[in-house]
């Protein structure tokens, strides 16, 4: 059952009642969507440990990258550990605070996002429709919106997207439908709407998939998405605490080192320069430096699923017992008291990473512990996924026997 709801990019950096924390969506995607339809149909309306540690130094470590033989293609062993998860740093957002001792075990990784050619194999292979080329399913869409709000006729529910499609000079950051618009037609192939094209795009990250789409990838590849844990434990490359996936540094020696708005747009958010003929979108997969894992794009370029429900509050939770907290699996149900117009218990999961349109002016996700919780049958301009196997589901797919398996690196 499909459906499909508005949305934002990350939320502002500054906390406000109108514009929600850093690395939340903000207003209600689904509000965005619900005033599309009424435009339509106007017969409806009725970070780090402060201080603490500041230990920044490049880890000691060897990335171990599978061949298919060693380890599955195309993915990078993340050896799990002990690490501060969250942050207590200056931006960090409630949502991420505070700072807590986790526990991960040993998983490969993708080296980089699912792209566009991995994508189009699944679909050839299995003939799956995404959620965003189905016309919306109201159960999936009212739980999104307030109380009583009344159904939309049959001739207003037609498949599509979100799409970021930017202004044309400075504007507010308040109201985030000047620069997102639900599209019909947009869709993984089109990602920008039914005129666009991902020709010449094999190596982009897939956008416009949904965590039921995801999902339904990681079932056929014999993987699945990443924990919350997992993820940031993999994203921060064995650093410790640091404000970026890469050190402290946004660009250390002038060095751009992720694909978000900052540093790769000549104008700001979300101002799209009329020269540039709207190319503000995805890079290629692996045009920035990998961290000490070999993972690419772990932050910028496109927002990434994970596996958990979001609660703003889960941080707090966790923090709350004195032992470290061993591999967790995230909470049971969703809560974001932080999304007006949006039931409070209105099912979220995490998105991880940041995308390219993060910018220090209105988002600063683009950092490890920032985090926001998004619809699952939402689908954006800006958002895709990346997989993970555990060691022990790579060795029984391949025969292998206790004795024959091979050793990677653990700490």
Not at 124 to 140: H, R
Not at 187 to 211: E, F
Not at 214 to 234: D, I, N, Q, V
Not at 299 to 317: E, I, K, M, P
């Amino acid at each position: 059952m499909a459906k499909r709801k508005p949305a934002t990019t990350a939320a502002p950096r500054a906390s406000s009642a109108a514009s929600g924390p850093v690395g939340h969506l903000g207003r209600s995607r689904r509000l965005l969507l619900w005033a599309t339809l009424l435009f339509a149909c106007p017969a409806l309306i009725g970070f780090a440990v402060s201080g603490a540690m500041n230990a920044r130094a490049k880890p000691a470590v060897q990335a171990v990258l599978g061949d298919g033989v060693r380890g599955p293609q195309g993915m990078a062993w993340v050896p799990g550990g002990e690490f501060l998860m969250g942050s207590d740093a200056k931006m960090a957002q409630a949502n991420e605070r505070p700072a807590h001792k986790v526990r991960v075990h040993g998983f490969w990784m993708d080296e980089h996002h699912v792209t566009n050619a991995e994508f189009r194999k699944f679909v050839e292979a299995t003939g799956y429709v995404t959620t965003a080329e189905k016309k919306p399913d109201w159960e999936t869409l009212k739980v999104q919106l307030p109380p009583g709000t009344p159904r939309p006729p049959e001739s207003a529910m037609v498949a599509g997207a979100m799409v970021f499609v930017g202004t044309d000079g400075p504007v507010s950051l308040e109201d985030f439908s000047r620069w997102w618009r639900y599209v019909p037609g947009a869709d993984w192939r089109h990602p920008a709407g039914p005129q666009s094209s991902i020709a010449g795009k094999d190596d982009h990250p897939v956008v416009q998939v949904s965590y039921e789409d995801a999902e339904a990838y990681a079932k056929w590849a014999g993987k699945r998405l990443p924990t919350e844990a997992e993820w940031e434990f993999a994203a921060r490359g064995g650093l410790t605490q640091a404000t970026y996936a890469w050190g402290d540094k946004f660009a250390p020696d002038g060095k751009q080192m992720a694909n978000v708005w900052q540093g790769q747009q000549a104008r700001p958010f979300p101002v799209m320069s009329a020269k540039a003929g709207g190319a503000v979108g995805t890079s290629r997969v692996g045009s920035f430096p990998a961290n000490a894992y070999g993972l690419s794009d772990m932050t910028g370029n496109a927002w990434q699923w994970v596996a958990d429900w979001y609660r703003a509050d889960q941080f707090r939770r966790e923090a709350s017992t004195t032992s470290v907290i061993d591999n967790p699996a995230g909470p049971s149900d969703a809560w974001d008291p932080a999304d007006p117009g949006v039931p409070v218990a209105a099912p979220k999961r995490v998105t991880r990473g940041g995308s390219f349109l993060c910018n220090e002016d209105y988002c600063l996700s683009y950092r490890p512990s920032a985090r926001r919780g998004t619809d699952p049958y939402n689908s954006m301009s800006h958002l895709g996924f990346r997989l993970v196997m555990d060691k022990d589901s790579w060795d029984k797919s391949h025969g292998r026997s206790q004795l024959a398996r091979v050793d990677v690196p653990a700490r």
